[in-house]
């Protein structure tokens, strides 16, 4: 097909590269068509120069604890499909794959406590009811004691007794946090 | 808690595939969804911000999409690229915003970066969009300002890709016309 001034717009409608490729062949010698080549590149410049970028410090963790917890990522005995500390220790040849589902989940209900507790911070920081310093104190408390359990289980990653006091720990803490946002949330 | 918080940070940052980034959303998995916010989280505010034009909306936009892609997940087919479905719910969130809007709408920076070459056709443009109707506004965006393929963006907005094709066209004619009107035209004035 020979190009002419008939077939530019079937070419931008196209947006074929083969038939743009002819057309601007054609608008070489061709004044009308280069001019209409021309403004549909600047608007293309232009338009990409709309695409706009800028930082948002603080949309993924507000995204994070918007997203409510699922109940299927929690750790352990939490997760049904996941196998239990207990089975993991009378079982003493507990598979690499068994005790990376383990990790996956554990990693997956840490970081909804987390969540939780990042809501629950600016009223754990600043209020200074008596109530509140008690449930500041009691997760002071927790954490350290996590924060051993976890290294004694470093050691000895196979101990069903240390994975169980662990999941109670973390069972807790997510207890308090919850008490924390229920009852000492200042009304709005 | 730090080295969890360190090692979820750095595994969210890694390089997801389409297909790992849906399987680990439909299992509840928040990293899921920390990567698809880590790899499409800057187009996802472009687009929102192009069709709200307030910087506000196009946060609130993106966080409604991820719940609502955290709550419709099982409803994920597999027919389109994942990150195509959430474009498409993006999208949709943002013609319901359009729709209910209560902020005004901003003028983009003038500063935007050392590429920008073209202030007046860009905010004449900017103007010129606003006068288009919805769909070739939609069409526009995601093809010329993000550079989504024609087939993209008929899953994105769920139209065959000859319409794609077709709306485009008409866009561009009638920005055309409305960048050419009044013979004082922003297209022709910088050549």
Redesign the interface.
Known sequence: MKFDCSHLDDALREDDAELMAAAREHAAACEACRLQLQSWDDLSAAARELHHEWESPGLWDRIDVSLPARPSSAWLLLRPAAPRPAAIASRQFLTEQALQDVQVSEAAYVRSIDRLARIARPVLDQSPSPLVANYREKLTVLDAAIADLKDNLERNRLNARLSLELVSLYQEKQKTLQEVLQNATPAN | ?QP??G??ASRATQPATDAAMAELCL?????G??RL?RTH??RM??IA??MLRN?QDA?DA??DT??KV?RSIHTYNGRSSFSTWVYRILVNTCTDTQRNRQRQTEE?PEN?SA????VP??IA??RA?GRLSEKHRAV??LA????FT?SEIASILDIPLGTS??W??EA?RE??RL?SAGGDSA?RR??
């Open positions: 808690m969890e918080a090692m979820a299992q509840g998995d928040q990293l969804f920390e916010y989280g800057a505010k472009s911000w192009n910087h946060e993106v966080q991820f719940l955290q983009l935007l590429r920008e070459s073209n056709l860009r443009l900017e969009l526009f965006l010329e300002v993000e550079g024609h094709k077709g485009l066209f561009r920005l055309q960048l297209l910088i050549r």
